[in-house]
């Protein structure tokens, strides 16, 4: 399987979004997470969101676990079980 994060971030009024192709659910979740450490030294960004996709049936769709979990909440429920 295929999968990517994509990165959104608005500084003053513009909008960038950015995408990286990662090995899987692990990668997708370092980089996630050093997107938005990045995203928070940064004063300039007003917002910002992300996520984790996988290529299936010739498109990009939003990933979710067995559990029907996306990526954010696979995060979250690791860093409480901690």
Excluded: C, H, P
């Excluded at 692990?26 to 992300?50: I, P, S």
């Amino acid at each position: 399987m295929k999968y990517r994060v994509w990165w959104w971030r608005q500084v003053n009024r513009m909008r960038k979004i950015e995408f990286k192709e990662v090995e899987g659910v692990e990668e997708a979740k370092k980089v996630l997470k050093q997107l938005t450490l990045r995203d928070l030294e940064n004063k300039d960004v007003v917002a910002n969101g992300g996520g984790l996709e996988v290529f299936k049936d010739r498109d990009w769709e939003e990933y979710y676990d067995e559990l029907g979990r996306d990526i954010w909440e696979i995060i979250e429920e690791e860093e409480v079980s901690l």
